[in-house]
């Protein structure tokens, strides 16, 4: 039995290869995340970004090598069951309740959180702190005006609000952002890195973007993917500087 040391690592990729038949599309991916570490993924086109993520939250099964999570092996379960296990994986999937309202929403996530069930009577201490951990989310995301709005008759860019602040909600011990900005112009864009900043200040974040104003806004630590294999780590600045990095994707990047 593994048990776990504030100093372990969230998540950790070992050795992990991925090929669809004959075709290697990762190889040697070695990776570790510390708790409240933001670490962005980046990379050219057909490097092997999303494909790393679907192995990451269960959507492909890896070809070599392990992933952990909380030092339990998580390679080859199901996306539903990782959910449970503290990886959510946020945006480009719409996970809101349109008919319901952004407070009961949000209601709703916290409740997870504390493992409890819709209920008729809601009374006691526990209830009370779902009540007020909920208002703290929507003063800290401020959607507090739009609380009692249903879900489904909110704009884009405050359903995706929402769903950050969902997933924020449920206490996961990381969460995994698919492009987070995708779709956004360039004022929605730089509003959505502040949210997620202040959203996420104390997760720990995996995400993928190719917008490299969000990757440098978030993030504390980059990886760069080429041609299936990590080419670097370090800070953005580190990375900025990385001579190799720059041949292979920064001054290359059209995006
Ligand atoms: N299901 C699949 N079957 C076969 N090949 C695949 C499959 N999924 C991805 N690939 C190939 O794997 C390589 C990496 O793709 P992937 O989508 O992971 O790259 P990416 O870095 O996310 O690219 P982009 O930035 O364009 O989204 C590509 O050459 C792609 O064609």
Redesign the pocket.
Known sequence: MTTKSAADPVLVVRGVAKS??P?A?LDEINMSLAAGERRAVI????????????LVSGR?AVTKGSILLNNKRIDGTAPHRLNRMGLSRSFQITQIFKGLSLYDNIYLAVMSRHKRRWAISRFGPVWKMIHQETEQLLDLAQLTPLARKQAGTLAYSEQRALEICMTVATGPSIILLDEPTAGMSRSETSNMVAFIDRMTKNCTLMM?E?DMDVVFGLADTISV?AN?RILATGTPEAIRNNQQVQDAYLNGSTE
């Open positions: 669809f038949g075709i599309v990379g050219p086109n057909g490097a092997g970004k999303s494909t790393l993520f679907n492909f993928v190719h993917l299936g």
